[in-house]
């Protein structure tokens, strides 16, 4: 079945409502960790699914169901946040460029300290390296909230940057911003490892 | 001719295909001139391809809990 027969059947069907869960859990469960983090994202999918469950009647396909089930997972995550007063402003501290990249180049705009020649430079070689996948979770896991999830929904989800602007909650150009600042950092965490073998 | 700093700043979105085709047009002369910024960008598109592959897996059973939990709702608040 596709997605709007699930849909249809769901309400009356557990099997079709587990096949739902089982396609689309994993993607949400990417949003909430990218929100409040690992401890409690699967409670928070939890709560989504029953969200999902009770108001299944109200999804009028205006737009895909997965952007519909990581919206309500994403109001929840924020929810939570805001009661466990772990909030931030979303609109903070946003800036065009990764800070440690700036340092990379002179008062010409030319690199001071171009790309280190990588050892590994195909996408075979880097994925093969257990030490560099175990360096990009470490480095994803410790961006701030709001470039992890919008890294997270672009990147991963393969959202748009309109669906993103939704659930985000803040402008086109910042969540631009956003992605851009998350790509550097790992980019200089990964030309780092290439360089010293460190993280 | 753009400067490498504005290359950096502009890779997300030239990568993206999110460019109007005069900065991309700028781009491309700027990374076929200049081998420092070529090797970044080839560097950035690697880590996106490699961030999205580094994604923590999911959990196996996952699908009981929620039927549990949207069973154990429903016993606990009977709809009307």
Not at chain 1, 28 to 55: N, P
Not at chain 1, 124 to 130: E, G, I, P, R, Y
Request: hydrophobic share 35%.
């Amino acid at each position: 079945m596709d997605d709007s027969q699930l849909i249809t059947a769901a309400p009356n069907d557990d099997n079709a409502f587990r096949q739902l869960v089982a396609k689309y859990y994993n993607d949400m469960l990417v949003v909430a960790r990218a929100i409040i983090g690992d401890s409690i994202a699967d409670d928070v999918v939890q709560e989504a699914w029953l969200s999902i469950y009770k108001s299944l009647d109200k999804f009028e396909g205006r737009s895909s169901f997965k952007t519909w089930a990581i919206t309500i997972t994403a109001n929840e995550a924020k929810r939570r946040l805001r009661k466990e007063s772990q909030t931030t402003s979303l609109e903070g501290l946003i800036q065009g460029m990764e800070p440690s990249m700036l340092e990379r180049y002179d008062d010409t705009g030319r690199w001071s300290k171009p790309p280190t020649l990588w050892h590994e430079d195909s996408p075979d070689s880097l994925l093969s390296n257990q030490e560099l996948m175990d360096c990009i979770q470490h480095t994803m896991g410790n961006l701030n909230e709001q470039q992890r999830t919008a890294l997270s929904l672009k990147d991963l989800e393969g959202l748009s940057l309109d669906e993103i602007c939704n659930i985000i909650g803040v402008s086109a150009s910042n969540v631009r911003v956003l992605i851009h600042r998350a790509r550097q950092r790992l980019f200089q965490h990964i030309d780092h490892f290439q360089e010293t073998g460190q993280c | 001719m753009l400067k490498c700093k504005e290359v950096s700043e502009l890779s997300s979105d030239y990568v993206d295909r999110r460019l109007p085709w005069r900065q991309r047009a700028g781009i491309v002369w700027h990374i076929f001139l200049c081998v420092h910024c070529r090797r970044y960008i080839r560097y950035f598109r690697l880590t996106i391809f490699v961030s999205k592959k580094a994604a923590t897996p999911p959990p196996d059973h996952v699908v009981d809990s929620v039927m549990d939990r949207i069973a154990k709702d429903t016993s606990d608040n009977p709809p009307d």
